[in-house]
């Protein structure tokens, strides 16, 4: 998208930068290694200094995590502590990659590009389908593997096929489009939201830059919208995450409803054998 | 079944209800959207337009409205 006498270009897909070899390096790549430098370097810092009594500044990192962890333990039953890590890093990774964008010079800085506009170095990594899309693919392999062993292999084949089995050439593709629709919904809502909000910014901005001469709107009015974006950055990475563990948990609560009903059986079968107590109880 | 309301296994996971409500309002649409695009895609692969692109279109709406029933028939054996 070009706006009309301005340098500001946000494109739908990530431009390329530069090649190594076969590798076409594109600004969100740039964006995706600053944010695993930015989480490794926090992550290493963390650990080095993290103490048992935690002063103000570890208290601040603590508090995200802790504060995802227990929504986390809330809905994940017995076995959150298994997939904790994995909502965690999800949140994270999508938060700052969000965040990124909001940085000056994100978006603005950048080589010459063709009809005046430019090519930025720097993209957020989650502005990109690939990028939101390959974060999606890893989550359906996380939350299939968790249904694969909480069920067995078998058990999630039965379910995935359908019973009875004369139905499966029918409900074979229905689950295939069913969960399909898992891994679309997930990345394209991220891009989406966070594409959305480039351009958003990109279009004040150059709104706000015609109109220079009124001082105040030109600092006020893209101010709000990065505070929007801030909202909504935090939002859509929590929204990312919480999807997520929405999918491990209904594979894992699928598992322990069938356990349940397992377990309720021979009950059954103890009040068929002594109506009678049964009876009178009620 | 105990007192306080559906039998859910001690531990059990237990999905967020708003989290379920956020994933099927967009796994509608998409279901079928993606049924629509396969059999566009496969009709336009093989030339027979449009036997695939209905058949797509109807396993998409089944998708669908087999989302809506597994998603509800799990949280009511919650």
Do not use: C
């Not at chain 1, 000056?104 to 170095?121: K, M, N, R, S, W």
């Not at chain 1, 990475?237 to 409803?257: G, K, N, P, W």
């Not at chain 2, 093989?46 to 396993?59: E, Q, W």
């Amino acid at each position: 998208m070009e706006e009309g006498g301005s340098l500001v270009h946000v494109e739908i897909a990530a431009e390329p930068l530069f090649e190594i070899g076969p590798f076409t390096f594109t600004n969100s790549m740039v964006g995706a290694l600053l944010t695993t430098a930015i989480l490794l370097t926090v992550a290493f810092w963390f650990s080095r200094r993290s103490a048992l009594v935690p002063n103000r500044r570890q208290s601040l990192i603590e508090l995200p995590i802790e504060w995802m962890a227990n929504i986390v333990q809330g809905a994940g039953g017995t076995r959150w502590r298994s997939f904790v890590p994995f909502i965690l890093t999800i949140f994270l990774t999508v938060l700052v990659a969000n965040w990124i964008g909001l940085l000056p010079g994100v978006g603005t800085i950048g080589l010459a590009g063709e009809h005046d506009t430019i090519v930025p170095f720097l993209r957020p990594a989650s502005a990109d389908l690939n990028f939101t899309l390959a974060l999606a693919l890893i989550t359906f392999v996380v939350f299939v593997s968790f249904g694969i062993r909480a069920n067995g292999l078998r058990g999630w084949l039965k379910e995935f096929l359908g019973e009875p089995r004369y139905m499966s050439p029918l409900m074979a593709p229905i689950h295939i489009i069913s969960e399909l629709s898992r891994l679309i919904s997930l990345s394209m809502r991220l891009f989406g939201n966070v594409f959305a909000g480039e351009v958003l910014l990109a279009t004040m901005l150059a709104i706000t830059t015609a109109a220079i001469f009124i001082l105040p709107l030109a600092f006020f009015v893209p101010g709000i919208f990065l505070g929007l974006e801030m909202i909504f950055g935090f939002v859509q990475a929590l929204v990312f995450a919480l999807l997520a563990m929405t999918y491990i948990s209904m594979a894992i609560a699928e598992h322990a409803a069938h356990d349940d009903n397992h377990a309720e059986a021979p009950v059954a079968d103890a009040v068929t054998v002594h109506p009678a107590p049964t009876q009178g109880a009620v | 079944m105990p007192a306080d309301g559906p039998h859910r296994a001690p531990g059990a996971a237990q999905p967020q209800p708003w989290g379920i409500a956020l994933d099927l309002g967009v796994r509608l649409g998409v279901s079928v959207i993606l049924g629509l695009g396969i059999g566009l895609v496969v009709d336009n692969w093989l030339a027979t337009s449009p036997i695939f692109t209905l058949v797509g279109m109807v396993l998409g709406v089944a998708a669908a409205m087999y989302t809506i029933w597994d998603v509800a028939s799990k949280a009511m054996r919650r």
